[in-house]
């Protein structure tokens, strides 16, 4: 087990730079997810960790020790692929003990280690097919196996489960969050989906464009975003996000008033300076912070186009007056059968022109 | 439905006609010529005649021994050379690689009679660059016309130079479907390179092989224009004569067509008994 480092790391092709400096600290046995939209370098940095990548700038340690020169081999890790990357033409036992078989590992090492992988995994019955005639989450299984007989430090995971079906996202998910368990090593996991990131990381980074937005906990990233990428990335169905502008100030804090409503005003407690009044400012409100009419800060009417209905919850596409879009949570039997509904806004999030969280 | 079938069995009829015509009737009536005395005049039915000939004319077995021999040496030469040709191309190492890639396919476009013109001037005992080559590197000369051994390895030089790049551009396509990640895989597994060549590629490369193969003895079973045109009709003295140069010479210069019919179906029994033996030998294990 190792944590993992990185310091400053960057990533160049040419002159273009996809990964600008990421400094991120992984503690020994930590699940951390590296997640955020395409292209934004999440999967590059991973493959600079395995070392399948080289490094342009900064550093990589595992376990204290720099990395940056050294063969993906000797690295300590082993790698999941999105695309399983199975040998096709050997069967899952021959794919599990291929590598340690070319490396010489005493046989009845190799045979340990593949058996208990197979048990971990439950697939001791798959031992002698190929790869062509399992399904996606069983080869997906023997992918994560082959990981495991490597007895790594640290595991990397490249969505490895984007090429599955919604239901079999969802087990492998938690099959996922056993095997940390059991296994207590340090893992790296990258996806491009929120949900995946939410329910199996202990901490979430979340990048975008090459750039490290923010590091935290799930529910801290949640609950405390620091900018209104992160506010928007993570949550489904996304944060609204309304333009408003600085009304001016009392006691409690700044008067926000939102656009096209001259009613409607928002007092924001700020620890921070305050923006000048007139200054353009964003309100972001998560789809379940709207209460019914004088239930919280502010109210607002909006147009009700389309409602959702999930069961327990349901979810309303609307527009306010201004002609923004925003998606409203409520209790199935709350939903309104009026075309017109006034919602009160009990919590919200304060983002300057820029996008940076004022607090 | 059927109306619709009838309407595309009109349109394809002239080909039908054609293909009937200019290949299946040739095929069938070759096969019954096998079966005629064609020395004489006029034809008679003698199904022993050309047959029972085959199984006693030493020019046959020494046609064949010439062949099969070109096919043992040739095509496994061939083949694993250009698998050579078609790592290095598939190299990321490799700079010009279409030029490269350009290069090696050209001898196929270049014309047979043009290329065996070039070959018998290279080869030749006083003029020639490779006698030259090997005089200045203290080897003596080699009269790769006159002494049978010389004689098939020019053959076979000249065939695999022929046909190497060709088989290595249908290896590098099959190497450039394996996808990249698997020998990622194997590089974090701690596998050499030189392994994931042995161990993974090969095996993953294993149908184009046979179909490389095949083609290949299919092409040498056939052989004939360069035992015809670049060692003189298969000189010295049948020395490199092929089943193709046999069956060229029965027919075509003794007018003999009973004959080379029966050399001709021998000339494909065996394209396919190999080609079986081949398939059933590097089948898929179930």
Redo the contacts between chains.
């Keep these: 087990m190792a944590n993992v480092t990185l310091t400053n790391v960057a990533k160049r092709f040419g002159a273009f730079e996809v990964v600008h400096g990421a400094n991120i600290d992984i503690r020994d046995g930590e699940f951390v997810v590296f997640v955020g939209p395409s292209g934004c370098g999440k999967s590059t940095l991973l493959r600079m960790i395995?070392g399948?990548e080289d490094i342009s700038g900064g550093e990589i340690a595992i376990g204290g020790k720099v990395v940056n020169d050294v063969e993906?081999?000797?690295r300590g890790?082993?790698?999941v692929?999105?695309?399983y990357?199975?040998?096709?033409?050997m069967s899952v036992e021959q794919n599990l003990s291929?590598?340690l078989r070319?490396?010489g590992n005493p046989k009845a090492d190799t045979d340990r280690r593949v058996k208990r992988a197979a048990e971990i995994l439950r697939i001791s019955e798959l031992m002698e097919r190929r790869p062509k005639k399992l399904s996606g989450g069983q080869r997906q299984r023997v992918a994560i196996g082959?990981a495991i007989v490597?007895e790594p430090q640290v595991f990397l995971f490249d969505e490895p489960l984007s090429n599955l079906d919604a239901e079999l996202r969802v087990q492998m998910r938690v099959e996922i969050s056993r095997l940390h368990k059991e296994l207590g090593t340090t893992m790296i996991y990258v996806t491009h989906d929120q949900t995946e990131a939410m329910t199996l990381a202990d901490r979430i980074v979340v990048l975008r464009a090459g750039h490290v937005e923010q590091i935290g906990r799930p529910l801290d990233l949640y609950d405390n975003p620091d900018n209104i990428f992160v506010a928007g990335f993570v949550g489904s169905p996304r944060m609204n996000f309304i333009k408003a502008h600085i009304a001016g100030r009392d006691a409690k804090g700044v008067l926000v008033e939102l656009a096209g409503e001259e009613k409607t005003r928002i007092v924001q407690p700020l620890a921070g300076p305050a923006p000048e009044t007139g200054s353009t400012v964003i309100v972001g409100v998560r789809p379940e912070h709207f209460g019914g009419a004088g239930e919280g800060d502010a109210d607002l009417t909006v147009a009700i186009d389309v409602v959702e209905h999930l069961g327990g919850t349901s979810f309303l596409y609307a527009r306010t007056a201004h002609g923004e879009d925003v998606v409203i949570q409520r209790d199935a039997a709350r939903v309104p059968q009026t075309s017109e509904v006034t919602v009160s806004i009990r919590k919200s999030y304060l983002f300057d022109e820029k996008g940076l969280r004022l607090r | 439905m059927r109306n619709r079938n009838a309407t595309a069995y009109r349109f394809l009829t002239p080909y039908l006609l054609i293909f009937a015509i200019f290949w299946v009737w040739p095929i069938i009536s070759s096969f019954m010529i096998s079966f005629q005395a064609t020395r004489t005049v006029p034809w008679r039915f003698a199904p022993g005649f050309n047959w029972g000939r085959l199984i006693g004319d030493p020019a046959f077995f020494n046609a064949l021994k010439n062949t099969l021999l070109i096919l043992v040496i040739q095509v496994p030469a061939m083949i694993a050379l250009a698998m050579l040709m078609a790592v290095l191309l598939n190299s990321p190492l490799l700079k010009a690689r279409g030029l490269y890639r350009f290069a090696f396919f050209a001898p196929v476009v270049v014309g047979e009679v043009a290329y065996s013109a070039v070959f018998r001037l290279m080869f030749s005992l006083d003029f020639g660059i490779v006698n030259k080559l090997l005089n200045s590197i203290g080897l003596p000369k080699i009269d790769w016309f006159s002494n049978v051994t010389p004689a098939m390895a020019l053959i076979m030089i000249a065939v695999t130079w022929r046909w190497a790049g060709y088989n290595a551009i249908i290896l590098l396509a099959g190497m450039q479907s394996i996808p990249e990640d698997v020998y990622e895989a194997a590089t974090l597994d701690r596998v050499s390179k030189l392994k994931q060549f042995f161990y993974i590629t090969l095996p993953l490369l294993k149908p184009v092989i046979v179909f490389c193969a095949v083609l290949s003895i299919i092409g040498t079973m056939q052989l004939f224009t360069e035992p015809f045109l670049i060692t003189e009709r298969g000189g010295p003295g049948g020395g490199t004569e092929t089943l193709g140069l046999l069956l060229y010479r029965q027919g075509f210069r003794s007018l003999n067509f009973g004959y080379a019919s029966a050399v001709a179906y021998t000339m494909a029994g065996l394209a396919i008994a190999i080609t079986l033996v081949q398939l059933w030998l590097t089948r898929e294990p179930k």
């Excluded at chain 1, 990357?85 to 033409?89: D, Q, R």
């Design positions: 395995a399948l993906p081999a000797d890790i082993a790698m692929f999105q695309s990357a199975l040998y096709p033409h291929f590598g070319m490396t082959r490597r």
